[in-house]
């Protein structure tokens, strides 16, 4: 099953590659993985998407409970959440056709378009994962020329916090 | 009155810092860049540095001195190849959880990453293989950052900790002051057990009719052998040690049904393999131990006691998890089973039934070997260690053969007391690790039972021996072969012995001598005893004694791999069904 797993950790060099070592040494998966410091510039923010069985989950969990330089590891599954991740893209729109298939696109998934040239236009989306995949299989291979996706940033709903 | 701070050079905080944290004995090696360092501790006298002759062997050294005395260990070693030559003795460590803390030189901060001489990224290569690493980027936290390393060093589940020091750091300055405490909002181990998880526990270890408990390194590293055995003798239930755990609970008690896992007795295995309830205290449910998982404890309801939550249901699911120092776990549960005395009555017949069960199994003396042979059986010369010394040495081994007889006929009454790299399974380890045994204990009895094979793989540190005068007892169980290669080769590769046959050996007596010591060599059983008697009455020589032992010998009972506790092969000759 996929996995949202968001950690605080502290904001120090090499504390990025003791999670994703972690993750490499004992074969966890690694989907995606995004972090930045939060307002408290010592204390980083990571989240990362995995997926695996109840048991590997939970040793995933565990084991990043135990990096030292992780504050708090908390599995957003086990709550209510909102996740988001932001993709930019580069599309060729060379017919006439393809400037209204990009447009009529970027429209249908809520996106932005954030600069335009004779041929190419930079889209910005920002939703769940899942639509971004939907966004970029329904595209013609032909129209993609670069694709950066953030990985996911979520968090939870209500009134609960994950603080250090 | 405040007193006024001293301005001191980083390789002065390093050694003011390591008597400020009470360390005696440093195990190391100079080299460039930590000559700062070198040139501090040759100003002062509060910390004795011990010059080995390979940084693999000052981390087995201090490994070795911290798993006799329960204080981490303390290495320095220079930056590039003296921090790499350590990482082998590091991974030893990490894997049975041993406190150390390790201090690696590095260059320079301007040409880090410059690919200077004697440069490697430290911090990379030992990150999988340490509880924690740091870099120190600025004199003003040094003092601070060797507090925090022996802090997580020797806290919650102990391990290595890495302390890589650029050499400029070490020439900068600044004032002086070593912490008391130290707060980590990260690390902040469980200590206690939770007591509804406790209470939950005992009413289901009262509840067993066919109880077991297994104990591994755990409850050594927590000093909790005293709470082990009074929670064992109260209940009068079974106990089978890992090999990590032998010494915690006395090997000659009537309750103790011998080391279990590959190599360990018939009745341990079965009494595992047919228990109702498992209570498993500090131990990991390695691979070794557990044979294959599907058949792991099939009828039994599991307690698990750990300070680590990641080892609890990692390979085994476990039905009352309890995460907490097993010292503490244990004090609470002894008070709960004290004062509930009238419902250990309840199961007195189903656990009378149960231990008839096991003195049967007992009865096929699984350890059985040929005691009348001329040729030296291997096993003859351990049990006769143990008896020469009345059970009271301190036992190193290297890996193998030699390591499963050791575990299986030297009986430890005593934790601490069984030195050995169970987890990493290293070979060269026995002879450094003696020798930082014997510094911490200079009148004990320091034995280190290895093969002819393992003990090259360390020998430079005889040579350390001789120069700090630590006589240890070094018994080579010589069979010519890897013994432990050579025996699976006999059983799963069809007697193809590739490659583990010891040829060329050296004269063990001559470079015994050569070194500065004493060798005896053996070659008939009727020598053992005399030859073990005059090493040990040699108290102030380091002695090697080779002992050419039966080359086709193999350990018994073994569980093949894939097999279960109920599996056992038990010799050659005797099968079970």
């Known amino acids: ?164 | 009155m405040s007193k006024k701070k001293e301005i001191l050079r980083g390789a002065e905080i390093f050694c003011r810092a390591l008597k400020d944290e009470g360390v005696k004995h440093l195990f190391g090696y100079p080299g460039g860049a930590v000559l700062h360092i070198y040139d501090a501790l040759y100003k002062q006298d509060d910390v004795e540095h011990i010059l080995v002759r390979h940084e693999q062997g000052a981390t087995h050294a201090a490994d070795g001195y911290a798993r006799a005395t329960g204080k981490p260990g303390v290495v320095l070693v220079t930056s590039g190849p003296g921090a790499t030559n350590a990482v082998t003795g590091i991974a030893t460590a990490h894997m049975d959880s041993i406190p150390l803390v390790v201090f690696t030189g590095q260059v320079p901060r301007k040409m880090i990453g410059n690919d200077a001489f004697q440069e490697v990224d430290s911090i990379g290569i030992t990150r999988p293989c340490v509880k924690h690493n740091f870099l120190v980027k600025d004199v003003k936290v040094l003092a601070e950052t060797i507090k925090k390393a022996f802090y997580v060093a020797t806290s919650g589940r102990p391990g290595p900790v890495v302390v890589d020091i650029p050499k400029d750091v070490t020439a900068d300055s600044c004032s002086y002051e070593y912490p008391k405490n130290i707060d980590m909002r990260s690390y902040r181990p469980v200590i206690k057990g939770h007591p509804g998880q406790i209470k939950r526990a005992s009413k289901l270890i009262l509840s067993a009719k066919k109880p077991m408990i297994y104990s591994g390194g755990g409850v050594i590293l927590g000093e909790a052998s005293k709470e082990l055995t009074k929670f064992t003798q109260i209940l009068n239930y079974p106990i089978t040690n890992t090999l990590m755990g032998l010494g915690a609970y006395p090997a000659t008690d009537k309750q103790f049904v011998g080391m279990l896992g590959m190599h360990g007795t018939y009745e341990a295995n079965m009494a595992m393999h047919n228990c109702d309830v498992l209570i498993a205290i500090g131990a990991r449910f390695d691979d070794r131990v557990t044979g294959d998982l599907e058949k792991f404890c099939p009828y039994a309801k599991i307690i698990h006691i750990d300070v680590d939550p990641s080892s609890i249901a990692k390979n085994v699911p476990v039905d009352v998890p309890i995460v907490g120092d097993v010292k503490h776990v244990l004090k609470d549960l002894n008070e709960i089973l004290k004062s509930e005395q009238d419902k250990l009555q309840v199961n007195k017949n189903e656990l009378k039934s149960w231990w008839d069960k096991i003195h049967e199994w007992a009865k096929i003396d699984c350890l059985k070997y040929d005691r009348t042979s001329s040729v030296i059986k291997p096993q003859f010369v351990v049990e006769k260690l143990w008896e020469l010394t009345k059970g009271d040495a301190y036992v190193t081994s290297d890996v193998g053969q030699h390591q499963m007889w050791a575990a299986q006929f030297y009986k430890f009454d005593k934790p601490r007391r069984w030195i050995n790299s169970g987890g990493l399974g290293t070979m060269g380890f026995g002879l450094p690790a003696a020798m930082g045994v014997k510094l911490a204990f200079p009148n004990e009895t320091v034995a280190c039972i290895t093969g002819e094979a393992s003990l090259v793989m360390c020998i430079q540190e005889l040579s350390t021996c001789l120069q700090y005068g630590t006589p240890v007892k070094i018994i080579i169980l010589n069979n010519r072969y890897m013994g432990m290669v050579r025996q699976w080769q006999e059983f799963f590769y069809s007697g193809r012995y590739s490659h583990s046959y010891m040829e060329a050996l050296p004269d063990f007596v001559k470079m015994a001598e050569s070194y500065g010591h004493m060798g005896i060599r053996v070659e008939k059983s009727s020598g053992v005893e005399n030859a073990l008697k005059e090493a040990l009455s040699m108290k102030d020589k380091t002695v090697i004694m080779d002992f050419i032992t039966d080359q086709t010998e193999n350990v018994y009972p073994m569980i093949a791999s894939g097999k279960g506790h109920h599996e056992m092969h038990l010799s050659s000759e005797r099968e079970l069904a």
């Open chain 1, 1 to 164: 099953m996929r996995h949202i797993i968001s950690l605080l950790l502290e904001n120090e060099a090499g504390a990025l590659s003791r999670v994703a070592g972690l993750f490499s040494a004992r074969a966890f998966n690694i989907e995606s993985l995004s972090v930045a410091p939060t307002e408290d510039p010592t204390v980083s923010r990571l989240t990362l998407v995995t997926t695996g069985s109840d048991a590997i989950v939970e040793q995933i969990t565990k084991q990043l409970n135990k990096l030292v330089d992780v504050i708090k590891v908390v599995d957003l599954n086990e709550y209510e959440h909102v996740e988001k991740e932001l993709l930019l893209t580069k599309l060729i729109a060379e017919k006439k056709e393809d400037h209204e298939t990009v447009k009529r696109l970027v429209d249908t998934f809520n996106g932005r378009i954030v600069d335009v040239t004779k041929n190419l236009y930079t889209i910005e989306i920002t939703d769940t994962c899942e639509k971004i995949d939907a966004f970029i299989t329904t595209l013609d291979d032909r129209l993609i020329l670069e694709v950066v996706r953030s990985g996911v940033s979520a968090i939870s709903l209500g009134d609960k916090a994950i603080q250090s």
